[in-house]
Structures are given as structure tokens and as C-alpha cells.
């Protein structure tokens, strides 16, 4: 017998065309002399928002009675599910709109990570593969693919995707010539939309596909002095580091330059020296030492902010065309510390140690503000804070973390002596410290205490910062360290 209504549920993040996508589908239907109805609940689950589009479609009573549509998807009761973003599939899952023997599910497999999952201690990210997993036993049938690429990829919008995969995949009694008029009928980026429809059609033909993994080719030297520290590199290391080696000269040249790529070289090796096959600290130790040195002070944030490349990938992210206007926003909270870090080390120290002063100015940093990083005002200001780049190594902060590197390579190149695992746990420990005012400081407190401790197994040194990693608040660690 064949099905005279549906029920479809479009989960999808601000921006991305969900509302487009459930208008597309209505059109569709109607065209046919079917009845639609729509609705959207907005909501603010990540990025923009997360809004959940509600479509029901009818096929008309030959008696002449109009059925009774709902306002909202009921769990159980959804025949099928879009999802722009594979946490939203996990999402739909969680509400229980996907039912294993009646929901199509369709889901993007790209994630775009919520703020809780960037702002983790450690790595807070979703488990992909367990969602994927999920959605093959909570549904009918399962399409996955990177939507996000498929897009990309034809230049269009993954609504459109979204839309070819939905009428690949069948599971409406709708002829494929109706979907593409619906995006004729709109008028809008018909070309690029209809390219984008192919895309997802012939992809929801095929099997369930992660996103393609990201790979970063070893850096190869332009410059004389870049080849200069490649070739001391590789005379020097074994060749299991080389590859980290590399990448971290890299980003410190970019950094600050090559008198500091150096600096790092000359560290990196007395490690080098004190390891054991098969060169698993030297590697680690390059890694982990390139980012530390790389600490992200004003300076850094500031060049970051206004480089080509960054308005370039935001131009890109929201398909800005060339004649178009672009406008970006920042929010930005510098502190007193932070701009006393930036100042020579003297000046700095004098005053934050002076409570009267430091008192009196620091209610102009109590509070952050919207900065627009295009205009040529903050523009100017922000490219002129980042040429402070020169000036950095007398800089407070810089003394300050020289210093704390020093200590610390030289708690792991004592416990390389005897101990490599050792000395290998207490390389990866500074994970802990990264990004830039509170995280930093919380980082950096726990990264400390740890230190503090003098753990003596790698066991130890892994339990403590796994207990670090688990929470903001440092109960974790303090439970760790009395049992330590």
C-alpha cells in the first residue's frame, strides 16, 4: 500500500539553508497536488544556532477531509531526517526522531565543533565513529557523506546537497525532475545549486563515507636560512623526528625568525642526544617544544588576526564573492597582564608589582570589546601591535617562558638518562599548556603542580595529566595528586 503522508525532520546550523532546504521540499510536494505544511523551532545549540525544520507532507482525501498536521517532529514518529552536521545526526538520534525499521536517515559526516568541544581541557570531541554507528542501527537506512565537500566542492550550498541526497535516496514518491525545478523556481544560484544536487544525488548512491582525512605534507625550505636549518635538521636528528623537526622550524620562523628556529634546533638536539631507540622523545620533543615556544601572546593573536590568508579562509567560509563587501568582527578581552607581557621584561614586572598603579588602569581591561579587524582603524592598530614581533625576546613573557621551557627540558632530558618512557610522558605534559589568558593560566597551574609532584614512572606522569585533562575546575588532579 502505498504511504500517503511523511514526516520529515531538517536539522541544520544557522546559515546553512535549512529553511531553504524545507521550503524546496513543500514545493515539491504541492507540484505534485500533495498537501505541505512547514515549521522551524530555532535553537542555539552551537555556532549560530540549531534550528530543527518540520515538514509534513499529505496526499489529498479523496473524501474531501483535510488530515491534521502536527507542529513539531514527535519521536517515533519521523519517516525522515536531514541533518546538516554529523553531531546533529547525533543529535536526532538522542531525541529519538530516527526509528531503526522506519526513519531514511540522511547526515552529513563533517563536524562542526561546538564551543564546549574547542574550549575543552583535552580533546573534547564528539565520537564520530560511535554516532555513525548509531545511525546504521537506529534507522531504516542510513546516507552519510561529507556534505560539506560535496558543496565545496560544485561551488553551491549544502542545503542543495542535502536536497539531492534526500531525492537520491528515494525515500519520497517524487519524480527527480520535480526537485530540480523546485531550484529552478527559486530563481537563485540555479546553476551551481542543480551542480550541488548532482553531487549529493549520486553520493547518497553509494556507501557511508567519513570525510577525506586531512594530511600535512612535510615542509620543504624556500629561503637560504630555511635550508640552512633543514640541513642541520636532518645532519643532526634521527630521521623518526625530521618530520616534526621540519614543521616546527616552520611555524617558528613564521613566528619570530630564524635565529629562534635555531634556538629551537639547539634544543631539540641535546634531547636528541640522550635518546633511545627508536627516537620516540626526539620526536615527541620536537612537537611539543615547537608549540611552546610558539606561546600565543597579543602579539601573536594580533598577526594572526589580520593576515591575507585568515580574510581570505573567512571570505571563503561564507561565500563572500569578490564584489561583495566583507566585514569581521572579533571579540577581544586583553587584560593588563597580557599587555604588560608584550612590554620589555623590566617595565612589565615594575608594574604589575606596583598594586597602586596596576589598580588604577586596569578597570580600562575589566571588560572586552567588538573589534572590527577591517576597518582601517583596528586594521592599523592590530598590524602595528604584531610588528611588535621584533621586540618580542624583551618582552616579559618571553623571559618568563624561555625560562620555564629550560626547566623543563631539563627535567626530561635528567629522566632520559635512566628512564625514556619517562622522559617521553613528561614531553607530552605540555599538552596542557596552550591558548591564551584564563586557559592558558589553568594550563599552566596544572602543568605546574604536576611538575611539583616529581612523578617518577611515565604511568604516573600519564595518570596526572589525563586527571588534569578531565576537568576545568582541578578536582580531577587534586584526587590524582593525593593518591600520587
Avoid at 638518562?417 to 617521553?424: K, Q
Wanted: proline share 3%; glycine share 8%.
Amino acid at each position: 500500500m502505498a504511504q500517503n503522508r511523511f514526516s520529515i525532520a531538517v536539522l541544520a546550523l544557522g546559515g546553512q539553508g535549512g529553511g531553504v532546504l524545507a521550503d524546496w521540499i513543500q514545493h515539491i510536494a504541492r507540484e505534485d497536488g500533495w498537501l505541505a505544511q512547514g515549521t522551524s523551532v530555532p535553537g542555539v545549540a552551537q555556532r549560530t544556532g540549531s534550528t530543527v525544520y518540520y515538514v509534513e507532507l499529505a496526499k489529498p482525501d479523496t473524501g474531501g477531509r483535510s488530515p491534521v498536521m502536527a507542529q513539531m517532529p514527535m519521536p517515533g514518529d519521523v519517516d525522515i531526517v536531514i541533518a546538516s552536521e554529523l553531531m546533529e545526526t547525533g543529535r536526532a538520534l538522542l531525541r529519538g526522531f530516527s526509528t531503526a525499521g522506519r526513519t531514511t536517515l540522511i547526515g552529513s559526516t563533517h563536524r562542526v565543533y561546538a564551543m564546549s568541544e574547542k574550549t575543552a581541557m583535552g580533546d573534547g570531541r564528539g565520537n564520530s565513529d560511535a554516532i555513525v554507528k548509531a545511525a546504521g542501527e537506529r534507522s531504516k537506512r542510513f546516507i552519510g557523506f561529507d556534505m560539506e565537500a560535496a558543496a565545496d566542492g560544485t561551488n553551491s550550498v549544502i542545503s542543495a546537497v542535502m536536497f539531492g541526497a534526500l531525492a537520491g535516496s528515494g525515500a519520497l514518491p517524487f519524480a527527480r525532475d520535480l526537485y530540480e525545478k523546485a531550484i529552478r523556481d527559486s530563481g537563485i544560484a540555479v546553476a551551481t545549486n542543480l551542480a550541488g544536487f548532482d553531487a549529493g544525488w549520486q553520493a547518497a548512491q553509494g556507501v557511508v563515507a567519513m570525510p577525506a582525512a586531512e594530511s600535512h605534507a612535510v615542509p620543504s625550505a624556500t629561503t637560504t636560512a630555511g635550508k640552512a636549518l633543514e640541513t642541520r635538521a636532518r645532519a643532526n636528528l634521527p630521521e623518526a623526528a625530521i618530520p616534526n623537526a621540519l614543521h616546527g622550524i616552520q611555524r617558528l620562523m613564521d613566528y619570530q625568525d630564524a635565529a629562534y628556529a635555531g634556538l629551537f634546533l639547539d634544543r631539540l638536539e641535546t634531547v636528541a642526544v640522550r635518546d633511545q631507540s627508536p627516537f620516540t622523545l626526539t620526536a615527541e620533543a620536537a612537537r611539543h617544544l615547537a608549540l611552546w615556544m610558539s606561546y600565543e601572546d597579543s602579539i601573536r593573536v594580533a598577526d594572526l588576526k589580520t593576515r591575507d590568508t585568515r580574510v581570505a579562509r573567512v571570505r571563503g567560509e561564507v561565500k563572500a564573492s569578490d564584489a561583495q563587501l566583507l566585514t569581521i568582527t572579533e571579540f577581544m578581552h586583553p587584560r593588563l597582564r597580557e599587555i604588560c607581557e608584550i612590554l620589555p621584561a623590566r617595565l612589565g614586572r615594575a608594574i604589575l608589582a606596583n598594586e597602586t598603579f596596576s589598580r588604577s588602569i586596569s578597570g580600562f581591561f575589566t571588560s572586552g570589546r567588538h573589534v572590527e579587524t577591517t576597518s582601517l582603524r583596528w586594521f592599523l592598530l592590530l598590524r602595528t601591535l604584531a610588528g611588535m614581533r621584533r621586540w618580542r625576546p624583551k618582552s616579559l613573557r618571553f623571559a618568563d617562558e624561555q625560562a620555564r621551557i629550560e626547566t623543563w627540558l631539563d627535567r626530561v632530558r635528567t629522566a632520559a638518562a635512566s628512564d625514556n618512557a619517562l622522559a617521553i610522558e613528561l614531553v607530552r605534559c605540555q599538552r596542557l599548556i596552550k591558548g591564551y589568558g584564563d586557559t592558558f593560566e589553568r594550563g599552566l597551574g596544572n602543568f605546574e603542580r604536576i611538575m611539583a609532584a616529581r612523578p617518577q614512572s611515565a604511568e604516573e606522569v600519564s595518570r596526572l595529566c589525563a586527571a588534569a585533562l578531565s576537568d576545568e575546575d582541578g578536582q580531577a588532579l587534586d584526587e590524582a595528586l593525593k593518591v600520587a
